[in-house]
């Protein structure tokens, strides 16, 4: 458990480390294009670079959608912090599950382990979703082995939602709407087979 509690702190570290380095990056883009510094210097040169990746998709679905594109590192900047966030729940969710795994077997709590290993299933599928919909922002395409992968696992839950629920302008939130359905299973999960068992090791 110890182990567990230590690679949990480190990831989440990392993530928060890099959810403030995208930050600060994009907020010294703002800077200098705001102080019309030299776009051939090193340090613009190096910034544009650097943030490219993760404003570029931001900018081609704001002007997909008839919004003005210089709000694009704004925007960027609040999708870091939310997908940051998201993906700090799930690695707690999947921390709590493997401790949950092991408190229970020494416990010899069979449906406890049953819960924990369901409860960690649907987490699991709720990060390939995840993962999916980062991909497809970065133009992966099907012939990527891992993309096809992902398609294949999660289009069971996505495609029927996809016909039943219309997309919002150019946006599908069908994943949307299947983070729902998972969040209501596990609490299903959490409200029965987990009942008296405490959830949360790492938060």
Known sequence: MLILGRLYWLISWALITAIAVIIVLILLRLIANQADLNPFSWSSINIRRLTDPIIGPVRRALARMAVDPKYAPLVAILLAILLGWFVL???SGIANTLAGILVSIAAHSVIATMGYLL?????LYSLLI???IILSWGT???KNRLMRFLVNATE???GPLRR???PVGAFDISPIVAFVIIWLFQAAVAG???RGWQLIFFA
Request: charged letters at 5%; hydrophobic letters at 50%.
């Open 164 to 166: 039943y629920v219309p």
């Open 119 to 123: 409860y960690g299933m649907l987490g």
């Open 192 to 194: 029965t087979l987990l």
């Open 130 to 132: 995840f993962v999916r």
């Open 140 to 142: 992966v395409g099907y």
């Open 89 to 91: 729940q799930l690695i």
């Open 156 to 158: 069971p839950l996505l």
